[in-house]
């Protein structure tokens, strides 16, 4: 038989570092076949000239899976200061109130959602600030009076 018949026994040589990210890759994949891409989503509505709710959320699939925040903020002297802000974090709903005399913010679960789901959550903290946001930057005002001077709004 002519060589050309026979089948070369010899196999064409793979960079050793693409085959260890290709095993790395396949063990990934056995260790969590369900686990599904998430994607980071944010986005910003303007209540008013200087008062503005920021939300950012994960989305696993097509669902909602967490909230990582949905901050009402508030334009002071042409400065941006969160007022609250609400996530997820720990499994459930939970509000952070901010003081500018204290390095941290305040968290309190009173008068939060509690039950439902992370879309539900979503959409009950956007709606919430909406309603309320007038109540919150008083109260943020009053409690940061002597951090604060406000400033007329033009318009």
């Known amino acids: 038989m002519p060589k050309s018949q026979y089948r070369s026994k010899r196999r064409k040589s793979v960079p050793e570092s693409r085959t260890r990210s290709l095993v790395a890759a396949v063990n990934d994949l056995a260790k969590h076949p369900s686990q599904k891409p998430i994607s980071t989503l944010k986005n910003r509505i303007y209540i008013t000239e200087t008062d503005r709710v920021i939300y950012v ?16 903020e508030t334009s002071i002297d042409w400065s941006w200061y969160t007022v609250i802000r609400y996530d997820s974090e720990h499994g459930q709903m939970h509000r952070h109130d901010y003081i500018l005399d204290y390095n941290k913010p305040f968290v309190t679960t009173l008068g939060v959602r509690k039950r439902g789901t992370p879309d539900k959550w ?12 007038i109540r919150y930057r008083t109260s943020f005002l009053k409690n940061n009076k002597t951090k604060l001077t406000t400033r007329p709004t033009m318009g």
Do not use: C
Request: aromatic share 14%; net charge negative; glycine share 8%.
């Open 122 to 133: 979503l959409t009950w903290a956007i709606e919430d600030v909406e309603n309320n946001y």
């Open 57 to 72: 959320y994960e989305k696993t699939g097509g669902n909602i899976s967490k909230i990582v925040d949905v901050s009402y």
